[in-house]
């Protein structure tokens, strides 16, 4: 059938059941029905399976789906067979299976009735079925979980690198890539390593306007401070986060004993004992479970009223990621952090045994953490710019969901430091990070300013009045009002926008708050 004569509407209704697309799913599954190369951007829940099960089930030939875990391509099958069994058949092709179903499979695909593969990705290397499915008839690639290809992205998976290799070898077939998670950087690596520039882009907003952030100094009475938290939030569920599995034992234990029922959730409990506790959760046997990331992948709680993380995540995908588990059915969902630098200083020695090169990315990502928990500007214009996403922090929907815009600190004029930071990116030539910038401002030398002489330059010490953590939140305010960019090449290098060149010429108000100090810092004591 020609593709533009689809009644996407009635093919929505038959296989799904649903009367409207939701999102742009109805753009995207256009761009794929009709033969493009596409990237799909969206939050958990938005809706991505459908973009490429739909398309899939219209068009002739199979569809391959990769995606990294055999367990959730596992639940798409069942979920795609309890609604169109009578018309295709979703199949996966791994190492689970024995001769006769991989055989059962391949005729399946032969005879035209498998209209979805799921595969992992090591599978699709294995030359047997490479050889198999370049003879039959294959009408695109979806590539689920699509930043496993970006070191950057918070689950890298080098397989994924060879996809576009052994795509070319089926025929070089339209490729769609999927993601919840796309920093600008991840999003470049994504379009590189798929080899697909000219993609269709499509991405939906990460805004979640009912979500509303808090970040709290974690002192010595964090575990008071969560049991008062929790019972000021009674009969309601909620997720508390820990890093360690001693952790989560330890306030799963303190709850309990202080009339909280709360369960523990790791990957050191066994299967059944996991499989109990996340029943419990979701049947509303306990208010809370408390977890590692273990606990999360696939829990399609629409009612968790709040999420906790004890100690701050490794990033702020992470961190939005597991906030995002709150109030998905779009009430209330309270995203509270607690914050020491102390956690980071234990996230930067856990990765001083990686390469440098995960090093390196590792530490890039938790200095946004840092600047996200120190920040007293709004949390949630921060996180949506970290996504590559403006957000007006007065009118934008959700404006006043964060604990920085509901007790604001007062703010100061900053205009001429402003044009004295932008100057200083400008005169070094737009060559460095933040770092160097702002030894420049404040008069400090370290080797690169020695090597490159900017200590001899006029602007060298121009910020002295003001100290470096100063320095650094303006600069971070700066990107985030899109003064300046960070490189995404280098993630780091600082550039001015056409914004900050004219800033420099042309200056307005810019009102600046500092951030907050977090210096309460303490062992914990467990309240019992
Ligand atoms: P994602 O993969 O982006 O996390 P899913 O594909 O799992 O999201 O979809 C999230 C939920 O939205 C699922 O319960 C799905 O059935 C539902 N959904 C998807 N598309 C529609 C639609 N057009 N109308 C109503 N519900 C939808």
Redesign the pocket.
Known sequence: MNPHEIDLHKE?KKYFG?D???GL?EQVVKSIITGNNTFVI?P???????CYQLPALVLGGTAIVVSPLIALMKNQVDAIRSLSSEYGIAHVLNSSLNKTEVNQVKKDITSGITKLLYVAPESLTKEEYLQFLNEVPISFVAIDEAHCISEWGHDFRPEYRNLRNIVRQLGDVPMIGLT?TATPKVQEDILKNLDMPNANTFKASFNRPNLYYEVRTKTKNIQSDIIRFIKQHKGKSGVIYCLSRKKVEEIAHVLQVNGVSAVPYHAGLDAKTRARHQDMFLMEDVEVVVATIAFGMGIDKPDVRFVIHHDIPKSLESYYQETGRAGRDGGEGHCLAYYSYKDIEKLEKFLSGKPIAEQEIGFALLQEVVAYAETSMSRRKFLLHYFGEEFDDVTGDGADMDDNIRNPKTKVEAQDQVVALLKVVKGTKQLFKSKEVILALVGKVNAIIKAQKIDTQPYFGSGAGFDEKYWMALTRQALVDGLMTKDIETYGVLKLSKKGEAFITNPSSFMMSEDHEYNEEGDEAIVT
């Not at 958990?44 to 459908?50: A, F, N, P, R």
Request: without cysteine; positive net charge.
């Open positions: 929505l649903f409207q697309f939701k799913q969206m958990t829940g938005g809706g991505k399976s459908l919840a």
